[in-house]
Nanobody, 119 residues
């Protein structure tokens, strides 16, 4: 059984920082693509950042480039999202996700964690 368990999140003032973590089990993490998504109220879920299995390739949504950093530790089966210079528009529920490389769209999801940025 695949499980992705998130931690972190919370309430922060604009300009502040937060770090999200996600621990994975039940899948071959070291060969998985990992990503972070977010969903704001009334909006569709969107991809925020993505990293290849070996960390060589990353993708960031334009609005978070230079502010967010995705990372992974294949030895510990964990992934993280460091979020700096947060803005009120970053407020959303954040989800970690994973999929085996070469098998299509993200398949496994965390439970979600709330990030609220006050102005």
């Amino acid at each position: 059984q695949v499980q992705l368990v998130e931690s972190g999140g919370g309430l922060v003032q604009a300009g502040g920082s937060l770090s999200l973590s996600c621990a994975a089990s039940g899948l071959t993490f070291r060969t998985s693509i990992v990503g972070w998504f977010r969903q704001a109220p009334g909006k569709a879920r969107e991809l925020v950042a993505r990293m290849s299995w070996n960390g060589d390739t990353t993708y960031y949504k334009d609005s978070v480039k230079g502010r967010f950093t995705i990372s992974r530790d294949n030895g510990k089966n964990t992934m993280s999202l460091q979020m700096n210079s947060l803005k009120p528009e970053d407020t959303a529920v954040y989800y970690c996700a994973a999929v085996q490389t070469g098998t299509g769209s993200f398949k496994y999801w965390g439970q979600g964690t709330q990030v609220t940025v006050s102005s």
